[in-house]
């Protein structure tokens, strides 16, 4: 769904910071409303500071570590609700059957986490990720929606639901950093095979602008499809809406200009 920008990522355990209190984790965990049904998917255990309140809240947690040292210090100390490998979350295969994410993810990863995420089949019912606060705004679309908002609105609500202090950490990061919800939608604004030419449509249109020779649709297409769904037109701006973009998309899958 996502192009990852970072091309000199640092590995997991360079770039991860460690939450270590367990009070804020419970707190964390009970604002997140994680059930004791639910199956929890962890994406570096680490020290194990999360997955030990998990286990306690949770049906089954599903955790990965890609540090060896990590992995086999965690290993004797976890409850036999979890379910801890050894190996790159990236490279892995994701549970088929329905799960949550919540995790501390690291900082550096960030771009490709949320891509394998949000490509899974099926997708997550909801997910609770530790990350910086500018990429958390980014896939909120704040202050303006952008290709990587615009690929996840379709499936996902999207919430910054708790701002973290930089001394709740060890070591203590050097950025902002939050908690960012994202709750499966019950039913998508498109449909999963549409993913791809929702993707072309929207770079497309954020690169060359949605009037002008190089548009997908004529200025007539535009604004008789807002018009039609009762939308307003285009601000001279430029901004646009995700409902306008959603709108365009469905009229460019009829009546666009292809190739």
Known sequence: MFKNQNK????????????????????????????????????????????????????????????RKLYESLKPQIAANVRLYYGDFLKCALPKSPYKV?????????????????????????MWLVMENGAAKRFCG???????SLLLKPFFETKIIYHFRREDFHPAPNVDVVLLELQRKGTPDIQPEQKADFRAFLSHSLRYGLF????????KQISMALRMAKLPPIERSGETLYVQWLCLFRCWLIYGKRG
């Open 8 to 67: 000199h990522a640092l590995p997991y355990s360079v770039s991860q910071n460690f939450l270590t209190s367990r009070r804020l984790i419970e707190r964390l965990i009970i604002k997140a409303g994680i059930s004791a049904q639910d199956t929890v998917l962890e994406i570096g255990a680490g020290k194990g500071h999360i997955t030990k309140v998990l286990s306690d809240s949770c049906k089954t947690v599903i955790a990965y570590e890609i540090d």
């Open 102 to 126: 919540f995790a501390n993810i690291p900082f550096s990863k960030t771009t490709e986490i949320l891509e394998k995420l949000t490509n899974a089949n099926p997708l997550p019912e909801a």
């Open 142 to 148: 704040v202050p303006r929606d952008n290709l990587h």
């Open 212 to 219: 002008g020779s190089r548009a997908l649709l004529t200025k």
